[in-house]
């Protein structure tokens, strides 16, 4: 919560939005993370941003992978 009232302070600070995407990331808030990430790629410089950019697609794919399994989804595909 805390780092949330930061980001409302200094919604431009690239820093504070990367480790508040981590954070989320860490708490398993994969799409929440992905959202933040994909944000402070926009505000980052080059070098930093193409780092970012591999990372965030790799949680686009676990935000994904977690939506199948809150779901239900086996991983097999069944034919009726």
Known sequence: MASQRLLILQPHNWVLRRDHGMMLYYSRE????????????????EEEAEVLEA??????????ESSWKNQGCSGRL???
């Open 30 to 45: 994969y799409e929440e993370a992905v959202q933040e990430l994909s944000i402070c790629m926009a505000f980052a410089p």
């Open 55 to 64: 990372f965030v697609e790799k949680l686009h794919l676990l935000r994904i």
């Open 78 to 80: 069944t034919v009726t």
